[in-house]
């Protein structure tokens, strides 16, 4: 299991390092920072004086070097908009969208999953047809509408949720959290529905045909042939063995929605990374853009070694074939 771990981290770190080439060659001929800072009025004097205290004078490769090594130690330089620190502007922005993404993959598993293996038992059901209803209409729309439509309904006709904003939130150390306050809460569910629909819809109809496909194998017919349960089969056969692509496809999620959190952000105004993304993105902040991007990479990497030790939990057929081939 230690030399598996291992060999992992020496995968990702090439990835790392080719995610951050691409990230800081794509933006670094992206608009004029330099003129951004200064503003309109300015001399060619202060222009290169920045130029120099900012390092873009320096060829390409250096600029890269300089922002690796940084990036090495957790240090991404300063924001050209704001003239603070990136990392601190992502510590900042983090537990925003970390407490988003969680409640959003929350709302996923939770939901997605019972009425995936309800809709696989009972296919003929009005309620399965319902759902499956239900699932087009989270596939079809785009999170943009989706978010919209929420804030049209119960924000501004119903007026029971708050359109924007995270409300009232509680500091913990540096960690800020809207869980302790009910502002906090009830800026939290309309953006949380929005960015965790399209994951529910997606692990609901997964969770369905992995359910549909495992009741028709031999060995499920062999547990009913020798007078087991309907819930020892269907619980402990079928979902148990539903779970490996299951865990995959909620690993991969779980990185999509920190990653595109960016769109759920900007229409309700969340103060995440990934509205700190779309503003640095206008104003050509490269240090910021780069560095979100190598964090998006870093959080994928990650979770795909959690996916992979998660196998080995729940699939032993693993474990003995990586024993016989040790």
């Known amino acids: 299991m230690f030399s598996f771990i291992v060999s992992r981290i020496l995968q990702a770190l090439p990835v790392m390092f080719v995610v951050s080439l691409i990230s800081f060659a794509m933006f670094a001929y992206v608009g004029d920072p330099v003129a951004i800072m200064l503003g309109q009025d300015f001399t060619e004097a202060q222009r290169e004086a920045l130029v120099r205290d900012l390092g873009l004078d320096q060829p390409f490769f250096v600029q890269f070097a300089t922002f690796l090594g940084n990036a090495v130690q957790g240090e991404f330089g300063l924001s050209y908009r704001l003239s603070r620190p ?3 502007l992502i510590a900042e922005r983090a537990p925003a969208t970390l407490e988003l993404a969680l409640t959003a993959a929350f709302l996923a598993l939770m ?3 019972p009425m995936g293996v309800y809709t696989g038992l009972y296919r003929n059901s009005w309620l399965s047809r319902f759902f499956l209803t239900f699932s087009l209409v989270g596939v079809s729309l785009p999170t943009f509408l989706i978010g919209i439509l929420l804030i049209l309904t119960f924000s501004v006709w119903l007026g029971w949720l708050p359109s924007f904003g995270r409300g009232d939130v509680t500091r913990i150390g540096w960690w800020t959290s809207g869980f302790f306050t009910w502002s906090g809460l009830k800026a939290l569910v309309l953006p949380a529905i929005t960015l965790g629909l399209f994951q529910l819809t997606l692990i609901m109809r997964l969770v369905r045909s992995e359910m549909m496909e495992v009741l028709r194998t031999d060995y499920v017919k062999f547990a009913r042939a020798r007078g087991l349960t309907n819930r020892a089969i269907n619980f402990g056969h079928a ?5 490996v692509p299951v865990i995959t496809i909620a690993g991969l999620q779980l990185g999509g929605i920190i990653a595109f959190a960016i ?3 900007t229409v309700f ?3 995440g990374m ?5 503003q640095s993105v206008g104003a050509a902040d490269i240090p910021v853009m780069a560095a979100y991007l190598m964090l998006i990479a870093l959080v994928f990497v990650t979770i795909n070694l959690v996916v992979d030790l998660l196998y080995y939990a729940v699939d032993p057929r693993l474990r003995v074939g990586r024993g016989k081939g040790h």
Do not use: D, R
């Not at 979902?239 to 779970?243: H, I, R, S």
């Not at 990934?274 to 779309?278: E, K, R, S, T």
């Open 86 to 88: 990136v990392a601190e």
């Open 111 to 113: 939901i997605g999953v």
């Open 239 to 243: 979902l148990k063995n539903t779970l």
């Open 263 to 265: 769109v759920t952000e």
């Open 269 to 271: 105004q969340w103060p």
């Open 274 to 278: 990934g509205l700190l993304f779309i």
